[in-house]
Structure formats: structure tokens, C-alpha cells
């Protein structure tokens, strides 16, 4: 990367945020976090604090951003991404992946930066096919109980690819796929940290439906490097970002109860409506423009979050 990038990280007190947040202080580069900490943690950033590379702006992204250094990058990740975050928030969550949009492109624009927006796989909402390529439109609900997310997200990508075909501004979309690992929220409702809590104490796994829906499950690293080699490219284009390793929820559960040597049983509930019954990403474009792909297998990435998550509990 060369010089000192000034790097602006919006949802940079999130899960991958922090991450992102960690990874570009400790190769020296200066980060401007904006996070209204809706559904982000300050604890993810305290360690931080003493970084002079580091400026936090407790700010919400709907309303103006007014930032006077010169910028190298907008990253735009704000928005609540799990699906009990986003039920509870969805004006927030509809904000953040418009109005929010609209001011951090702009913002992106008035300083001549590159732009990087973090979509997700759930624009492809109950896909008809399977891998989901980038060419696939999707299959989504507009006014559903999921639709505040999937069609922030539809809206978000728009309006990405609109200011760059207007305005020439240097973009990128990546559409992430199952992110898990360390710093997760481990009370949002998400599958993986779900089912490690669950195994740790005991209880009774909960599974909606049979648990035969599949997921895709990249491990934060992966993730991330996946975001830095889209940012790092000089491809206006959409990247799935993820893990193609395709498994399904009840086999994901029982893989947790082995390595946690949990004695936990396996609960069936109803399933939420639009769930959707499978993702599994293509991610061939990814590893030809950027030379990605993910490294981690399941079983290490699940371990090092079990490890997290007892850390957290005890």
C-alpha cells in the first residue's frame, strides 16, 4: 500500500469492522471509525484508544458526515446484519443502507477516495439456483419480514453502482456470505455463536425447520482478506466473498456438539418465514481477478470461536 492511508471504516465498532479496524493499525495505516454503536461494541475498539493512528466518531451514518482529513478509502459496513438486530431495528436498518449510502458515496466523492461497500448474500434472498453467482438477480421478498435487510442492501448496491457509472467514483461491492469468529455478538441470534453458546451450557440446540437449509461458513480471516484484495484492486466490479463449502444447519450443530463434547440435544422449532433454504457461494470471479479463495476449514475457525466464546462466558 505505500504511504499512510487515512482509511474511514463505517460499522467499524461490528464484527468484521473491528477486525478490519485491527488489521489496518497494526501495518500502520491511520482509521476513522463512524458508528452510532446500535448494534457495534466500544469494547471491540478500547484497546485502540492509545493508538494515535486511531479517531472514533460516535455518528450515525443516516444523518451528514463531516470529516475534514483527506481520505484514501470509505469502507462502508454499517448496517445491523443479524436477523434479531435487524427485526428490532429495521428504520435503522433501512437508513443505514440508503440515506447512509448516499452520504458515504458522497463523502467518497468530495475526497476523490476509493469506495468499498460490504453487501451479502442475502440480496440472492431464497435463491432458485445454486452456487449463487454474481450474475444471479435473486429471489427476494420485497416486503417480507427480512426485506428492511435484503432490500437495504439492493438499495445500497444501486446506488454504489450508479455513482460509479455517473460520477466515475472508484467502487467496489463485496456480497459476504456467513462471516464467523472472534468478536461476534453472542446474543444476536446468529447460527454459529447460537449453537456454541448453547453446546457450552448444556441446553437444547435450537434448530428452525428440519435444519436441512445450508450455509456457507467463512472464518473472519478469510473474510478479510477477501475485502482487502477487493479494496486493493482496481475492479469496479461485485465480488462474492466466501466460503463455498456447503453444509447444512442440523450437520453444522452436530459438528459444534463434537467439538465442544457437549451432551446438548437437538430442538426442531418452525421456520421463520422466508428463510432461505440454501447458500453456497460461486466465488470463481474472486479468484480470478483477485486471486482469492478462503484457507480456514470449518473445523479450525470453529474451534478458535468455541475458544472465544468461552472466554467471553466465564
Not at 80 to 89: D, F, G, M, R, V
Not at 97 to 107: P, Q, V
Not at 247 to 274: C, G, M, Q, W, Y
Not at 286 to 305: D, H, Q, R, V
Amino acid at each position: 500500500m505505500g504511504n499512510i492511508l487515512n482509511i474511514l471504516i463505517t460499522g467499524g465498532a461490528g464484527f468484521i469492522g473491528s477486525h478490519l479496524v485491527e488489521k489496518f493499525l497494526s501495518i500502520g495505516e491511520k482509521v476513522i471509525v463512524v458508528d452510532n454503536l446500535l448494534t457495534g461494541a466500544i469494547d471491540n475498539l478500547s484497546l485502540f484508544n492509545d493508538n494515535p493512528n486511531f479517531i472514533f466518531m460516535n455518528h450515525d451514518v443516516q444523518h451528514h458526515i463531516d470529516i475534514e482529513m483527506e481520505l484514501d478509502y470509505v469502507l462502508h459496513l454499517a448496517s445491523a446484519a443479524s436477523p434479531k438486530a435487524y427485526t428490532e431495528h429495521p428504520i435503522n436498518t433501512l437508513k443505514a443502507g440508503s440515506s447512509g449510502t448516499i452520504n458515504t458515496l458522497g463523502l467518497a466523492k468530495a475526497k476523490n477516495a476509493k469506495y468499498l461497500l460490504t453487501s451479502t448474500s442475502e440480496i440472492y434472498g431464497n435463491p432458485k439456483v445454486s452456487p449463487q453467482s454474481e450474475t444471479y438477480w435473486g429471489n427476494v421478498n420485497p416486503n417480507g419480514p427480512r426485506s428492511m435487510y435484503d432490500e437495504a442492501k439492493r438499495f445500497s448496491e444501486a446506488a454504489v453502482s450508479s455513482y460509479n457509472r455517473i460520477y466515475n467514483l472508484n467502487t467496489r461491492i463485496v456480497r459476504l456470505f456467513n462471516t464467523y469468529g472472534p468478536k461476534m455478538k453472542i446474543d444476536d441470534g446468529r447460527v454459529v455463536t447460537n449453537f456454541i453458546f448453547q453446546a457450552l451450557n448444556g441446553e437444547d440446540i435450537t434448530i428452525y425447520g428440519k435444519g436441512d437449509q445450508t450455509r456457507s461458513f467463512c472464518y473472519v480471516e478469510d473474510t478479510l482478506s477477501g475485502i482487502i484484495k477487493a479494496m486493493d484492486s482496481e475492479s469496479s466490479e461485485v465480488f462474492n466473498i466466501g466460503n463455498p463449502n456447503e453444509i447444512t444447519v442440523k450437520k453444522l450443530a452436530e459438528i459444534i456438539i463434537k467439538l465442544t463434547n457437549s451432551n446438548s440435544s437437538l430442538k426442531f422449532l418452525e421456520l421463520p418465514e422466508d428463510d432461505p433454504m440454501q447458500r453456497k457461494p460461486d466465488i470463481s470471479k474472486a479468484e480470478e481477478f483477485l486471486n482469492w479463495s478462503p484457507k480456514i476449514p470449518l473445523e479450525e475457525g470453529l474451534l478458535k470461536t468455541i475458544d472465544w466464546v468461552k472466554s467471553s462466558i466465564n
